[in-house]
């Protein structure tokens, strides 16, 4: 079953709407998790690690103040699209795990439409 | 973490075995080969890894080779549900839950019947 789980799966708004994605690790304690987003036909790009208790870690040409990370427990780290616009429109995925040998897994992924 | 590359497509006919090469020519000795899968507008999917000896699971074997500077991904009897783009990606194993997987393009496996 699924052990990094990411809500909602899909959300169509309005431009300048602000939106929250959660992304939750089922069954083991995650103090990093991590941030991505996909564009068509692209690869996956790394945008931000979220850290348990502390600031998130953004990459470069990652607009923080646009992209709202908070990591307040061990198992739930949240982005928020802050006044969204088409241009933000992409679909967004976080993982987390890599514990005791064990790989990262991923969430399903968020597919963000901005009107 | 070392530079993988990947060939952008391959075809494979349905039931046949797919085979699905990485080249790491600069992967160093504490650094693990990892095999993961994105199938559609889904979420990557983690298929094995590996440092040096040939591994197998329920989904996949993976072969590397004596050099360690390329790998070899086989899915033994490939089924429509396999298409999907398949990353191969070299990492530290050290402090694997406080670093980020970082894509490459993969490959794009067509499977069909």
């Known amino acids: 079953g699924a052990v990094v789980s990411q809500h909602p799966s899909w959300v169509i708004c309005k431009s300048g709407t602000s939106v929250k994605i959660e992304c939750r690790s089922l069954?083991?304690?995650?103090?990093?998790m991590f941030w991505y987003r996909q564009f068509p036909k692209q690869s996956l790009m790394l945008m931000a690690t979220?850290?348990?208790?502390?600031?998130?870690?953004?990459e470069q040409g990652v607009e923080k103040d646009k992209f709202l990370i908070n990591h307040a427990s061990l198992t739930l780290s949240t982005l928020t699209v802050t006044s969204a616009h088409p241009e933000d429109s992409s679909f967004y995925i976080c993982?987390?795990?890599?514990?005791?040998?064990?790989?990262?897994?991923f969430g399903d992924g968020t597919r963000l439409s901005i009107l | 973490d070392a530079k993988t590359t990947q060939p952008p497509s391959m075809d494979c006919a349905e039931g046949r075995a797919a085979n699905l090469p990485c080249n790491h020519s600069?992967?160093?000795?504490?650094?693990?080969v990892y095999w993961y899968r994105q199938i559609h507008s889904q979420g990557p999917q983690y298929i094995i890894h590996?440092?040096?000896n040939n591994e197998t699971n329920e989904m996949a074997s993976l072969i590397i080779t004596e050099d360690r500077k390329s790998s070899t991904l086989i899915l033994p009897h490939a089924t429509l549900r396999d298409t999907a783009v398949y990353y191969c990606?070299?990492?530290?194993?050290?402090?694997?839950?406080?670093?980020?997987?970082?894509f490459g393009k993969g490959t794009t496996l067509s499977v069909s019947s």
């Open positions: 993982s987390a795990g890599g514990y005791s040998n064990q790989p990262q897994h």
């Open positions: 069954d083991f304690q995650a103090t990093t």
């Open positions: 979220s850290n348990e208790g502390s600031k998130a870690t953004y």
């Open positions: 600069t992967i160093s000795g504490n650094e693990y």
């Open positions: 590996g440092l040096k």
């Open positions: 990606i070299v990492r530290f194993h050290f402090n694997q839950a406080g670093t980020a997987l970082i």
